[in-house]
C-alpha cells in the first residue's frame, strides 16, 4: 500500500466499508451452502458484483493486498459462472478464507498498522489454485488438525452509525440547550442587579418603601423565571438523552454476527452436524450490552458444540436427529434483556460436575440446581482432556464474571427434552440504571432495581437461630437469608427479638434470597461509574455512582450476593446479629480520588478498622492536628499536599514521627519506590494489581 499522500478521511471510509463488506460476503457464502441450487447461482452472483465494488474501493484508496485479494477472488467466482456450476464446498472454505484475510486488513488499517504484502501470499496463491481447480486445504488440515476459527474479541468497531435525520434532531436538541445558557446568565444578571439594590437599602439609614417593593417584585419575577427556565431545561435535557440512547441502540443480530461461521468451521472440524437458530435479532439494545455480550455468546455456543451435541452416530443411536440444534433467543422483559442458548446434546453430567467441584474444593452442593451453578465455579470444567474444542479446559466461569460485570446474572438448567440451557439476564444499557439505595453499616449502597423482586419487612423472631437452617420464611415461601453488614464485613446492628427489619428480596425466580439491611432510603435513576481496571478484581461490587446529595455510593453485585446467601450459615447469621462490634482502630485514608478512599474504606472496614477519610495531604495533615489516629494510608498523586510531601511532614513532627504510613499509589517505578520510602514511609503498595487481602495484611504488620 502506498501511504504517501493517501487521504485519511478516504482510507477511514474504506475501512468503514470493509468491514461491513467482508461481513456480507461471510453470511453470502454460508447462505450459498445450505440453499438449493437455482438460489446458489443467484447468490454467487451476487457475491461476485458485492466483490467487484470492494475491488473498485481498495483500487482507488490504493490498498492493494486487498485490491488483488479481491480480485482472485472474482476469477474463481467468474470460473465458476462460466461454466455454469455452484461452488464446491472446498471454494467455499477458500473464499471464507479470503474473507478473513479482508477483514484483518481493515482491523490492522484500523490501528494505523501497515500491511505487509507477505502476508497475503499464502491466500493468493490458494486462490490461484482454486481457480485452476486444486484447492489446497490449509496446512493445519493437512497435518489433520482441522483450523477453528478465531475468537474475536469483538466485531464491534467502536463507530454508531446515525441517519441524518438523527443527527439534526440532536442538533436542534443541542440548541435548545445552547438557549438555556443564555437565559440562565440572564437570570444571573437579574440576580447581581437586585443584590446590589439590596446592598444600597442596607446602607440608607431609612427604609426605603419603594427600593424594598422592587426588590421584591424583582425576587418574585426572578423566581417565576428560574422555574420557567428550569423546566425548559429538563425537558430539553429529557429529549437530548432520549436522542442520545436511541442513537447508541443496535439490533441484537449484529451481536450474533460471526456465530454461524463459527458454527459452520466447528462442526466441519469435529465431524459433528449442528445448525444455528437465531430470534429476536430485531430487537434493539444499547451497543454497550452488545459488546459485552458478544463474547459471552461465541463461549457459550462453542460449549455447546464441544460439550453439549453429539456425532451424528450418537444422535441415530439415542432417537434424535443427526443433525443438533443449537439456539440463541432474545426477548425483552420488564426493563431487562434475556438471551437464551441452549441445545438439544447430551445435556449435563451431574456426577462430572461434582467430581470436577470437588476436585477444585468446592463444598457438597444442597440440590440439583446449586450442583448445576458450580459449573461456572473457576476450575470447574467437565472437559476429559484439554482439547480445541472444549475451550482448552477453560470453564463456564469466563461468562459468569463477564454477565456480572454488565450487572447481569446467569442462570443454567436442564433444557426441555433434554440438553442444556443458558438464560443470560442484562440490563438494556450500562449507562445509567434506576437504583434502590439501601444503608449498611454505616455505609450507602446501591443496588440495581433489575435485580429486586420486592421489598419488605420481617420479624427478627422470624430469623434463623444458631443450629437451624439458613431459612427465612417470608409470604409462605422459604427463602435464604444474608446479612448485608455482615457480608461486607461492616460493624451490624444488634437486633431484639421484637425487632422488624428491612429486608431486600433478590435473584431469578424459584432462586431468590433475602438480604438484610439497616435501610431503605429510595428509588432513583442514576449514572453508573466503572470501578476501573485496577479494583475490578473485587467482587461485592459492580461499579461505582454519585448520589444527587453528592455523596459516593457504591453499586452492589446482586450475582454475588445472592450466591453468598446460598452458602450462609444460620449460626454466622446468629453471631452477626447479635455480637457486639469489638474496638476498632482508627485508619486515615488520604486520596483525592472519593471512589478509591470510599473503597478503601470498605475495605479496611471489613478488616476490622474504624476509618476516616481525607481528600488531600493538607487535609489530613489539618486532622491530625486534632485527632489520634493508629496509621495513615495515603496516595502519592494528590493536589495541594501531595503522599510524598505528607510523609515528609509527619516524620518531621515530633507528635506524628512513629506514626506508621503506607503509600497506595500508582507510581511503581524502582525510582517512586524508593522515594516514598526514603521519606518515611513503612511500605509501599502498587494499585496495579492490587490485592485486597495482601493490602489488609500488610495494615496488620505495620500497626
Keep these: 500500500m502506498k501511504a504517501t499522500g493517501l487521504d485519511r478521511q478516504l482510507l477511514e471510509l474504506f475501512v468503514q466499508e470493509v468491514k461491513e463488506?467482508?461481513?456480507?460476503?461471510?453470511?453470502?457464502?454460508?447462505?450459498?451452502?445450505?440453499?438449493?441450487?437455482?438460489?446458489?447461482?443467484?447468490?454467487?452472483?451476487?457475491?461476485?458484483?458485492?466483490?467487484?465494488?470492494?475491488?473498485?474501493?481498495?483500487?482507488?484508496?490504493?490498498?492493494?493486498?486487498?485490491?488483488?485479494?479481491?480480485?482472485?477472488?472474482?476469477?474463481?467466482?467468474?470460473?465458476?459462472?462460466?461454466?455454469?456450476?455452484?461452488?464446491?464446498?472446498?471454494?467455499?472454505?477458500?473464499?471464507l478464507a479470503a474473507t478473513d484475510a479482508i477483514a484483518d486488513a481493515a482491523r490492522a488499517l484500523d490501528r494505523g498498522e501497515p500491511l505487509a504484502e507477505a502476508s497475503f501470499q499464502d491466500v493468493l496463491r490458494r486462490?490461484?489454485?482454486?481457480?485452476?481447480?486444486?484447492?489446497?486445504?490449509?496446512?493445519?488440515?493437512?497435518?489433520?488438525?482441522?483450523?477453528?476459527?478465531?475468537?474475536?474479541?469483538?466485531?464491534?468497531?467502536?463507530?454508531?452509525?446515525?441517519?441524518?435525520?438523527?443527527?439534526?434532531?440532536?442538533?436542534?436538541?443541542?440548541?435548545?440547550?445552547?438557549?438555556?445558557?443564555?437565559?440562565?446568565?440572564?437570570?444571573?444578571?437579574?440576580?447581581l442587579m437586585l443584590k446590589d439594590q439590596a446592598r444600597r437599602l442596607r446602607s440608607m439609614k431609612q427604609i426605603n418603601v419603594e427600593e424594598a417593593a422592587n426588590i421584591e417584585t424583582g425576587l418574585r419575577a426572578l423566581a417565576a423565571g428560574l422555574t420557567e427556565d428550569a423546566n425548559l431545561f429538563r425537558g430539553s435535557v429529557a429529549a437530548l438523552d432520549h436522542e442520545v440512547r436511541r442513537a447508541r441502540m443496535q439490533l441484537f443480530s449484529e451481536t450474533c454476527q460471526g456465530l454461524p461461521r463459527m458454527v459452520r468451521d466447528m462442526v466441519l472440524a469435529s465431524g459433528k452436524a449442528a445448525e444455528l437458530r437465531i430470534s429476536g435479532g430485531e430487537i434493539e439494545i444499547d451497543r454497550s450490552i452488545l459488546a459485552g455480550l458478544q463474547d459471552s455468546l461465541r463461549h457459550l455456543v462453542r460449549n455447546a458444540i464441544g460439550h453439549g451435541i453429539e456425532t451424528p452416530e450418537e444422535r441415530r443411536a439415542a432417537g434424535k436427529p443427526a443433525i443438533g440444534r443449537i439456539t440463541v433467543s432474545a426477548v425483552l422483559v420488564g426493563e431487562s434483556l434475556q438471551v437464551r442458548v441452549e441445545d438439544d446434546g447430551r445435556g449435563f453430567d451431574i456426577e462430572s460436575i461434582r467430581k470436577a467441584a470437588g476436585m477444585a474444593g468446592l463444598p457438597e452442593p444442597q440440590d440439583e440446581r446449586q450442583g448445576l451453578r458450580q459449573a461456572f465455579e473457576p476450575g470447574v470444567s467437565t472437559s476429559a482432556q484439554v482439547t480445541e474444542l472444549s475451550g482448552r479446559g477453560i470453564g463456564l466461569d469466563i461468562v459468569k464474571n463477564a454477565v456480572e460485570r454488565m450487572r447481569g446474572t446467569v442462570d443454567v438448567s436442564h433444557a426441555p427434552g433434554g440438553g442444556a440451557a443458558f438464560v443470560l439476564t442484562l440490563p438494556l444499557t450500562l449507562a445509567t440504571l434506576h437504583a434502590l439505595e439501601v444503608t449498611a453499616g454505616g455505609q450507602v449502597?446501591?443496588?440495581?432495581?433489575?435485580?429486586?423482586?420486592?421489598?419488605?419487612?420481617?420479624?427478627?423472631?422470624?430469623?434463623?437461630?444458631?443450629?437451624?437452617?439458613?431459612?427465612?420464611?417470608?409470604?409462605?415461601?422459604?427463602?435464604?437469608?444474608?446479612?448485608?453488614?455482615?457480608?461486607?464485613?461492616?460493624?451490624?446492628?444488634?437486633?431484639?427479638?421484637?425487632?422488624?427489619?428491612?429486608?431486600?428480596?433478590?435473584g431469578p425466580a424459584g432462586g431468590e434470597v433475602a438480604v438484610l439491611v439497616d435501610g431503605v432510603a429510595g428509588e432513583q435513576e442514576l449514572l453508573a461509574r466503572s470501578l476501573g481496571a485496577r479494583l475490578s478484581n473485587i467482587g461485592f461490587y459492580s461499579g461505582g455512582t454519585v448520589?444527587?446529595?453528592?455523596?459516593?455510593?457504591?453499586?452492589?453485585?446482586?450475582?454475588?450476593?445472592?450466591?453468598?446467601?446460598?452458602?450462609?450459615?444460620?449460626?454466622?447469621?446468629?453471631?452477626?446479629?447479635?455480637?457486639?462490634?469489638?474496638?476498632?482502630?482508627?485508619?486515615?485514608?488520604?486520596?483525592?480520588?472519593?471512589?478509591i478512599r470510599t473503597l478503601e474504606k470498605l475495605i479496611l472496614e471489613a478488616a476490622g478498622y474504624d476509618v476516616v477519610m481525607a481528600a488531600d495531604g493538607t487535609e489530613a495533615w489539618d486532622y491530625l492536628q486534632t485527632h489520634d489516629v493508629d496509621i495513615v494510608v495515603a496516595d502519592v498523586d494528590m493536589p495541594a499536599m501531595d503522599g510524598f510531601r505528607l510523609t515528609q511532614t509527619i516524620r518531621e513532627s515530633a507528635s506524628f514521627k512513629d506514626l506508621p504510613v503506607i503509600l497506595v499509589t500508582g507510581r511503581e517505578t524502582p525510582e517512586d519506590v524508593a522515594r516514598g520510602l526514603d521519606m518515611g514511609a513503612n511500605a509501599y503498595v502498587a494499585k496495579a494489581g492490587f490485592d485486597q487481602q495482601q493490602f489488609i495484611e500488610t495494615i496488620r504488620q505495620v500497626v
Design 547 to 595: 448520589l444527587p446529595d453528592g455523596r459516593v455510593a457504591l453499586l452492589l453485585n446482586a450475582a454475588a450476593l445472592a450466591e453468598a446467601a446460598a452458602t450462609e450459615t444460620a449460626a454466622s447469621i446468629a453471631t452477626v446479629l447479635r455480637t457486639p462490634t469489638p474496638p476498632r482502630r482508627k485508619v486515615l485514608v488520604v486520596d483525592d480520588s472519593p471512589a
Design 445 to 506: 449502597f446501591a443496588v440495581d432495581t433489575a435485580s429486586i423482586r420486592r421489598v419488605l419487612r420481617v420479624s427478627a423472631k422470624d430469623l434463623p437461630a444458631a443450629g437451624e437452617p439458613n431459612i427465612l420464611p417470608v409470604d409462605g415461601q422459604s427463602m435464604c437469608v444474608i446479612d448485608l453488614a455482615g457480608w461486607l464485613g461492616l460493624p451490624s446492628r444488634s437486633y431484639a427479638g421484637t425487632d422488624i427489619l428491612p429486608v431486600v428480596v433478590i
Design 127 to 191: 486462490l490461484e489454485a482454486g481457480k485452476a481447480r486444486k484447492v489446497e486445504p490449509p496446512a493445519a488440515a493437512v497435518k489433520g488438525h482441522p483450523p477453528l476459527p478465531p475468537i474475536r474479541a469483538s466485531d464491534l468497531d467502536g463507530s454508531v452509525r446515525m441517519s441524518a435525520d438523527q443527527l439534526d434532531t440532536l442538533l436542534y436538541q443541542s440548541g435548545d440547550l445552547v438557549a438555556s445558557r443564555s437565559r440562565i446568565r440572564l437570570r444571573a444578571e437579574q440576580a
Design 21 to 95: 463488506r467482508s461481513s456480507e460476503i461471510e453470511n453470502n457464502l454460508l447462505t450459498i451452502e445450505k440453499a438449493e441450487a437455482p438460489e446458489k447461482h443467484k447468490l454467487q452472483e451476487r457475491l461476485l458484483r458485492i466483490i467487484h465494488s470492494l475491488k473498485g474501493a481498495a483500487g482507488l484508496v490504493e490498498v492493494r493486498p486487498v485490491e488483488a485479494v479481491c480480485h482472485r477472488m472474482e476469477d474463481l467466482l467468474s470460473s465458476a459462472a462460466h461454466e455454469s456450476r455452484t461452488l464446491a464446498r472446498a471454494e467455499l472454505d477458500l473464499l
